[in-house]
């Protein structure tokens, strides 16, 4: 499985990182408020371990600024990694781009075609929005949510 999911940003990528850089901790703006939150035991460092809703993983590699990949847990179904990769174009311009990469195994093979792909994707965009407001005051094409999207988080949102 391969998924990756961009945004190109008018902002310094210097700007986009430090958003980045936040992640999991009581200043992130960037993580979207509506979905599970983003923990992490010790913080944005390697060797923290955490997730967000049942999708636990370990920050495997950082660069601040630019680069944060966290690997998946063992026995979740999935062996691989997600990265977020903040990429400079030009001064002030970047592309914020998110990779998932891995092998599917057991009830994953069917749980990430039909229902995580989706919700995933949905959360990226989200959080997308949300950096490119914080960095331009705008967004001039929020992400909207699907029907199915819509759907799935009725069934498989956390209740509060």
């Not at 408020?33 to 060797?47: E, K, P, R, T």
């Not at 990430?112 to 959080?127: G, S, T, Y």
């Amino acid at each position: 499985m391969q998924n990756v999911q961009h945004r190109t940003i008018d902002a310094p990528a210097a700007n986009v990182g430090a958003l980045m850089d936040r992640l999991s901790t009581p200043q992130d703006q960037a993580w979207p408020a509506n979905w599970s939150a983003l923990h992490l035991d010790a913080g944005l460092s390697v060797g923290s371990s955490g997730g967000h809703g049942r999708i636990r993983y370990t920050v495997s590699a950082y660069e601040p600024g630019r680069r944060v990949r966290f690997t998946f847990t063992p026995g979740l179904g999935l062996d691989g990694y997600h990265e977020f990769t903040v990429i400079p174009d030009g001064p002030q311009r970047c592309r914020v781009v998110h990779t998932a990469e891995g092998r599917l195994k057991g009830p994953m093979r069917l749980l990430w075609p039909l229902v995580i792909r989706w919700l995933h994707e949905a959360l990226l965009q989200d959080l997308f929005d949300n950096v490119q407001r914080l960095t331009t005051g705008r967004v001039p094409r929020p992400a909207r949510w699907s029907p199915w999207v819509r759907l799935l988080r009725r069934r498989f949102a956390p209740r509060p």
